[in-house]
C-alpha cells in the first residue's frame, strides 16, 4: 500500500514556475514507477510526465517538453514536478500516480495503482 499527497500547486502568471511535490508514504517506493497526470475542466485526464524507479529514464507528453522536468529522490519518498514557462493551457487539476512496477509506465491510468488527490495549478494570461 503507498499513500501519495501532492503539494505545491496554485495560481501563477503565464511564464511563471511552480514546483509540485508528491509525498509517498509505505514500503519500497523506489520499486514504483511514478508519473503526473492532469485534467482540465471539460478534457480527459492525461499523463504529462513519467519516469521509473531510478529517475534515469523520463516521458514527457510533447505539449510540456522542454517546460516541465520530472525528477525523483527516492530517499525522501518524494516526486517532484518542476513547470517552466507556464502557459494557461496548463491549468488543470495535477495528480501524482504510482504504477506498480520499476519499469516507466506510459501507456495509461490503468497502469497505476495508487493515486494522490490531486493539486490545482491555475496559470492566469
Known amino acids: 500500500q503507498v499513500q501519495l499527497v501532492e503539494s505545491g500547486g496554485g495560481l501563477v502568471q503565464a511564464g511563471g514556475s511552480l514546483r509540485l511535490s508528491c509525498a509517498a508514504s509505505?514500503?519500497?517506493?523506489?520499486?514504483?514507477?511514478m508519473g503526473w497526470f492532469r485534467q482540465a475542466p471539460g478534457k480527459e485526464r492525461e499523463l504529462a510526465a513519467a519516469?521509473?524507479?531510478?529517475?534515469?529514464?523520463?516521458y514527457y507528453i510533447e505539449s510540456v517538453q522542454g517546460r516541465f522536468t520530472i525528477s525523483r529522490d527516492n530517499a525522501k519518498n518524494t516526486v517532484y514536478l518542476q513547470m517552466n514557462s507556464l502557459k494557461p493551457e496548463d491549468t488543470a487539476v495535477y495528480s501524482c500516480?504510482?504504477?506498480?512496477?520499476?519499469?516507466?509506465?506510459?501507456?495509461?491510468?490503468?497502469?497505476?495503482?495508487?493515486w494522490g488527490q490531486g493539486t490545482q495549478v491555475t496559470v492566469s494570461s
Open positions: 500516480a504510482a504504477a506498480p512496477r520499476p519499469l516507466i509506465a506510459t501507456g495509461g491510468a490503468h497502469e497505476y495503482r495508487y
Open positions: 509505505g514500503r519500497a517506493f523506489s520499486m514504483y514507477a
Open positions: 519516469l521509473n524507479w531510478s529517475g534515469g529514464r523520463t
